[in-house]
């Protein structure tokens, strides 16, 4: 069994900035790649942020240069740094991680969420 646990949401004012992190724990034999995802009221759950376990990161086009996305490999640890928050980055966040949990077999987990609100 693998748990991934969020951690760094909170409330903040428009312009301002939070660190969400989430780690990855259990039987773990190694893990691909790690994400974030953000779904915000009435609306479909979508990709914020990717990274590889090379370092490889794509990002939605609506956080390019506000969000950064970096892991701890040595930790099963993903972050994500988000400067500059709108108003409209306000959803829960859910972390992902696809784990490979023997050599030939990985499955993709998730997070419980972590609540983000940007208000003044």
């Known amino acids: 069994q693998v748990q991934l646990v969020e951690s760094g949401g909170g409330v903040v004012q428009p312009g301002g900035s939070l660190r969400l992190s989430c780690t990855a724990s259990?039987?773990?034999?190694?893990?691909?790649?790690m994400a974030w995802y953000r779904q915000a009221p009435g609306k479909e759950r979508q990709l914020v942020a990717a990274?590889?376990?090379?370092?490889?990161?794509n990002y939605a086009d609506s956080v390019k240069g506000r969000f950064t996305i970096s892991r701890d490999n040595a930790k099963n640890t993903v972050y994500l740094q988000m400067n500059s928050l709108k108003p409209e980055d306000t959803a829960v966040y859910y972390c992902?991680?696809?784990?490979?949990?023997?050599?030939?077999?990985?499955?993709?987990?998730w997070g419980l969420g972590t609540q983000v609100t940007v208000s003044s």
């Open positions: 992902n991680a696809d784990v490979k949990l023997t050599p030939r077999y990985d499955y993709h987990y």
């Open positions: 259990g039987r773990i034999f190694t893990i691909n790649a």
């Open positions: 990274i590889t376990s090379g370092g490889n990161t």
